[in-house]
T-cell receptor, first 114, second 111 residues
């Protein structure tokens, strides 16, 4: 069975500071990994995904994540936070074959302080 | 040109009522899903359909019944609504297990 652990239900950073949102996964098969963002009262938008190609994945809005198999991690980073980055961020895992649904972490709420 | 659309976006209803949420995708995907997001923002799969066939049915009360009339639609019908059914329900779709695209969500409040 697959699972995702997001460390920290709430992360607060200053505007312009580094954003680091942590995600560790558990999977018995090679995984696909995803980061989604949810703004208040909106749906989930895909930020980026890892599907067994390059281990450093670049996404939208300046975000990127690095797949580290040895650490079973897929942390999300952004060099400089903007106020508009304040949202809920979800890490998710699925098997890399077949139509398996996503298994989500519990989410991390990112606050950006002016 | 919305990819995954679901209606209604907001629904307030009384306990005991029956309600439906509709979902349509115009991406040509073969798999559709329903996810539930609870008050703590936790997202969990409810159902998954592939080419109109049910392939995943998680531990969901029988009061919840999905229906897929064709590959582009997956509706969710809920009977005898309870207070605990209040949540955000997300429809989603994918092709061949690739990236899953989500709808905007349907906020259900049972009073």
């Amino acid at each position: 069975a697959q699972s995702v652990t997001q460390l920290g239900s709430h992360v607060s950073v200053s505007e312009g500071a580094l954003v680091l949102l942590r995600c560790n996964y558990s999977s018995s098969v090679p995984p696909y990994l995803f980061w989604y963002v949810q703004y208040p009262n909106q749906g989930l938008q895909l930020l980026l995904k890892y599907t067994s190609a390059a281990t450093l994945v670049k996404g939208i809005n300046g975000f990127e994540a690095e797949f580290k198999k040895s650490e079973t991690s897929f942390h999300l980073t952004k060099p400089s936070a903007h106020m508009s980055d304040a949202a809920e961020y979800f890490c998710a895992v699925s098997e890399n074959s077949g139509n398996t649904p996503l298994v989500f972490g519990k989410g991390t709420r990112l606050s950006v302080i002016a | 040109d919305t990819a995954v659309s679901q209606t209604p976006k907001y629904l307030v209803t009384q306990m005991g009522n029956d309600k439906s949420i509709k979902c349509e995708q115009n991406l040509g995907h073969d798999t559709m899903y329903w996810y539930k997001q609870d008050s703590k923002k936790f997202l969990k799969i409810m159902f998954s359909y592939n080419n109109k066939e049910l392939i995943i049915n998680e531990t969901v009360p029988n009061r919840f019944s999905p229906k897929s009339p064709d590959k582009a639609h997956l509706n969710l019908h809920i009977n005898s609504l309870e207070l605990g059914d209040s949540a955000v329900y997300f429809c989603a779709s994918s092709r061949n297990g690739n990236t899953i695209y989500f709808g905007e969500g349907s906020w259900l409040t049972v009073v």
